[in-house]
Each structure stands twice: as C-alpha cells, then as structure tokens.
C-alpha cells in the first residue's frame, strides 16, 4: 500500500506527518536526498526540513546522488525505512534521478509501500509529467539539454506548490491558469497531501487569499 506525503515546506507542515503515519518514526532511518538543492541560493529549507525530521526521531541518512554510485544508492535505499527528497531545481533533480537510476529505485520502494516524503520538487516529480514546473523553475541553465519531461508517474494528479505563497503567488496562478486542463491539486505551505494506498487528502490550513 503506498504511503506518500507530499508538501511544499516541510519544515511548516511535519506536525501533519507525525499525525498521519499509522507507526512511530522514533528511530526509523530516511534516505534524506538534497540534490535538487545544491546549485540554488537559497538552501536554509533542506536544514530545516533535517531539522523537523530529527525532531521527529528519525536518523538521516543523506545521499546527495551526484556523488554516490547505483549500487550505493540501492543499498541505502533498501536499507532505510522511508526516503524524503527535497526541493530546489525540478528538473536537475529529474535529471540526476535519472541519470543514476534513483527515478526507477523510489518507484520501487514506494510501489513497495516503503514511505515517500517530498517537498516542493520532490513533489513534483511524483506527477505524470513535470513541464508544467517551467513556470516556476529554470529548466534550462542546469539542464541546456533537457526534453524529457515525464515524471515518475507514481501519483495521476499534478501538485502545485507554494500555491499563492511569496514568491511563488505569480507562477502558480500561471500554472493554474494555463495548465487547468489537468488535475492540478494546489497546496499552500501550511497544507500536506496525504496518500494511503487510494486515498488522497489535503490536509493543513488554506491560504488566506484564497
């Protein structure tokens, strides 16, 4: 049975996960990737999100894929007991996923029933396509050659995060404006998608301005 939360800012919703999982994380170890992290700016929310994750007893186990091999990340990946991926570029993230293989092990896992934490991009990879994330990261200075834009297709709804939240109000209107078409589930940073085999609820508090 999958079990998959998906979020914009973890660090503003990991009371929600400590109330939906059915077991205790005390003691439990994530595989903790930050990759699509790691050529942005701004990274204070992977620290945060260790952080929370920490607090919730939960050993991390970082495993920044660039730098790790197949068989080491499939070892990791088997060994933990839930993976957590991060935000940052989408589609450097999708890339490197694929690159070294991680795209096929988390699917995997996560058909498994193994734990599946994503924040912000690694929300959005779970979707059956990630183009519509152009409206919010660049898909071209990290990733000159990409033109794949399939997702995992682990989820048949589209996550627009950071919904109506600074500074990310006007790209996600656009998203939602243009790609209304689809199943977009829009969620601000307060809110939390929870995935229990079939499931699917939208948990924590709206934005204001909606």
């Known amino acids: 049975m999958k079990k998959i939360f998906l979020c914009s800012s973890f660090a503003d919703v990991a009371s929600i996960l400590s109330e939906t999982v059915s077991s205790s994380l005390k003691g439990k170890t994530v595989a903790f990737i930050p990759t699509a992290s790691i050529h942005e700016e701004y990274t204070q929310?992977?620290?945060?999100?260790?952080?929370?994750?920490?607090?919730?007893?939960?050993?991390?186990?970082?495993?920044?894929?660039?730098?790790?091999?197949?068989?080491?990340?499939?070892?990791?990946?088997?060994d933990c007991d839930c993976i957590y991926v991060s935000g940052g570029n989408t589609?450097?993230?999708?890339?490197?996923?694929r690159k070294t293989g991680t795209d096929k092990l988390i699917k995997e896992q996560v058909e498994m029933g193994k734990l599946y934490i994503g924040e912000s991009a690694g929300?959005?990879?779970?979707?059956?396509?990630?183009?519509?994330?152009?409206?919010?990261?660049?898909?071209?200075?990290?990733?000159?050659?990409?033109?794949?834009?399939?997702?995992?297709?682990?989820?048949?709804?589209?996550?627009?995060v950071h919904f109506n939240c600074f500074p990310f109000e006007e790209a996600t209107r656009n998203i939602i404006n243009e790609y209304g078409h689809?199943?977009?589930?829009?969620?601000?940073?307060q809110q939390a998608i929870v995935i229990t085999g079939d499931a699917v609820l939208i948990l924590g508090k709206t934005s204001k301005t909606e």
């Open 45 to 78: 929310y992977v620290e945060d999100g260790k952080s929370e994750l920490r607090t919730l007893g939960l050993t991390i186990k970082e495993v920044e894929i660039t730098q790790f091999d197949k068989n080491q990340i499939t070892r990791i990946l088997n």
């Open 91 to 97: 589609f450097f993230l999708m890339q490197e996923l």
């Open 123 to 160: 929300t959005i990879i779970l979707a059956p396509n990630i183009e519509y994330a152009k409206k919010m990261d660049d898909y071209l200075t990290l990733t000159p050659n990409f033109n794949d834009f399939a997702g995992l297709g682990i989820i048949d709804f589209y996550p627009v």
């Open 182 to 189: 689809l199943p977009l589930k829009p969620i601000t940073n």
